[in-house]
């Protein structure tokens, strides 16, 4: 596995002295958000660690051109796999990001998920009250698209609408005390942590939130959903009942349109976020940090290729596991061809002495069958 990484850079003269903060997330085909995913989110965290999974889009090259000018971002190249195990990759990404730097909190994020806090003082003083060994909690406000015919560009879906802010801790952070542990385990999703088998305790923050922008433009969650799908249905542990519901929902959307193109976003956003009526939304500006976008002429979204990539890595990975499963048959059947000979040889040989006549015909069966099968084994 290649990594680049800017390196730790040492904090500027500005930067907070107290707690060290990071992010950690996996990204894949995300060019439309991911330069505003880095640039705001590196406003509250000291260094983001992203797990590139091989990008087909710009994503990669616009993280480079981020990476390049020195931002505090370590970029790492994900497996090729057909399936997405998301938590046992985070866990492994939380673990590379500590080998890096030793941070004190790290937040888990998707790609489309964007730190909202108004005071990093107050954020730190929060954290450092937090009980040893245990998390924090973050809600989330779902930002709600805007109607197709207000999109002038891919980047306006930072709309002032949202989702009610949920009651509950829908992700969780975590101190270095519980991300470092050999025995953590993660919920998909990054909803909660497990440590020797018991759910690490979470106490929700008040001083910091998630804006979450799932669905922002036809194309990117018309391929975001094909590419989900493909790769949750890939998973040998699928189980309808318990995947991720979002993708699943808006899958079958997709499958009763008579056409290739939705007429509104409403109904598959519907799916990621549950239906929505006025007295369901609020009306609540989002404020993005960092500095101005500078690679969007990267950013383009290509569905099709999103989708036909999804599909070449399952390919790939059939292709490889049927060229494994030729191989251990090759071997197993070698391997039994060679009991079988040593086996017969044994009995021939134990017939010495005894009646000519069966002696002749146990070399005659053992001549033919290491025949037979020098012919099967080519």
Same mark, same amino acid.
């Given at each position: 596995?290649?990594? @680049? ?6 904090? @500027? ?5 107290? $707690?060290? $903060? #990071? ?9 439309? %958000? ?16 992203i ?20 931002l505090?971002?370590? %970029? ?24 890096? !730097? ?25 954290l ?30 930072f709309s ?6 949920t ?32 759910? %690490?305790? %979470? ?13 922002? @433009? ?7 959903? $094909?590419?989900?799908?493909?790769r ?33 976003? !409403? ?29 969007? #002429? ?6 099709y ?16 596991? !049927? #060229?494994?499963?030729a ?6 059947e ?5 009991f079988?000979?040593? @086996? ?35």
């Amino acid at each position: 596995m290649t990594v @680049s990484t800017s390196g730790v850079p040492s904090p @500027s003269p500005s930067a907070p002295k107290g $707690l060290r $903060l #990071a992010a950690v997330a996996i990204v894949r085909d995300e060019a439309d %958000v991911i330069e505003a995913f880095v640039r705001h989110n590196l406003a509250v965290v000291d260094h983001l660690f992203i797990e590139d999974d091989h990008s087909r889009d710009g994503t990669r090259a616009i993280l480079d051109a981020l990476t390049a000018e020195g931002l505090a971002v370590s %970029v790492f190249d994900g497996p090729q796999e057909a399936a997405y195990f998301q938590a046992a990759r985070t866990k492994g990404l939380l673990q590379r990001a500590y080998a890096v !730097e030793r941070w004190d909190f790290a937040f888990l994020l998707d790609g489309d998920e964007f730190l909202a806090t108004a005071d990093r003082a107050t954020l730190e003083a929060e954290l450092a009250s937090l009980p040893e060994s245990q998390a924090g909690g973050l809600r989330m406000w779902n930002y709600l698209p805007r109607p197709l015919d207000q999109i002038p560009d891919p980047f306006s879906f930072f709309s002032d609408r949202t989702q009610k802010l949920t009651g509950f801790s829908a992700k969780v952070m975590l101190p270095a005390s519980v991300a470092a542990n050999e025995e953590l385990k993660i919920e998909d999703g990054n909803h909660a942590a497990f440590c020797f088998r018991r759910k %690490v305790v %979470v106490h929700q923050l008040q001083s910091v939130a998630l804006a979450h922008f799932p669905v922002r @433009s036809h194309d990117q969650i018309v391929s975001k959903t $094909l590419v989900a799908y493909c790769r949750w249905r890939t998973r040998p542990d699928y189980d309808p009942a318990t995947t991720s519901l979002g993708p699943m929902g808006a899958m079958a959307l997709l499958r009763s349109s008579p056409g290739l193109r939705l007429d509104s976003l !409403e109904a598959i956003t519907a799916c990621y976020m549950g239906a929505t009526g006025p007295e369901d939304t609020v009306q609540r500006p989002f404020e993005r940090l960092g500095a101005p976008r500078r690679y969007d #002429a990267l950013a383009a979204i290509r569905p099709y290729d999103k989708a036909a990539s999804a599909v070449d890595t399952i390919i790939a990975a059939l292709s490889r596991l !049927e #060229a494994g499963g030729a191989a251990s048959r090759q071997a197993a059947e070698s391997g039994l061809a060679k009991f079988l000979s040593k @086996s017969l040889v044994g009995r021939w040989r134990a017939l010495r002495g005894g009646h000519t006549t069966l002696k002749a015909e146990w070399d005659g069966t053992v001549r033919r069958l290491s025949r037979s099968i020098r012919k099967r084994l080519g």
